[in-house]
């Protein structure tokens, strides 16, 4: 029940590239939701992947479209 609890609480992570936080991945409720910052590049706002709670993949891929590190960061 504990790690219930856990999955349910509301999560933030914000998604930068070579220092400019571009935007965040928030999980609410047991729901995944990614959202870009105005001026976000558009190699990233055009990710139409999955988002769950393999955020390790979820960087990997937006490291691919990007050709640079992306780091996720929670808060």
């Known amino acids: 029940m504990f790690a219930r609890l856990l999955a349910d609480e509301t999560a933030l992570w914000t998604i930068a590239a070579a220092g400019r936080v571009e935007g965040c991945v928030v999980r609410e409720r047991g729901r995944w939701r990614l959202s870009w910052f105005d001026g ?29 590190p992306v780091e996720l960061t929670a808060h």
């Open 40 to 68: 976000a590049d558009g190699r990233l706002t055009s990710y139409a992947g999955p988002v769950d709670g393999d955020l390790e993949a979820l960087a990997a891929a937006l490291e691919a479209r990007l050709g640079r």
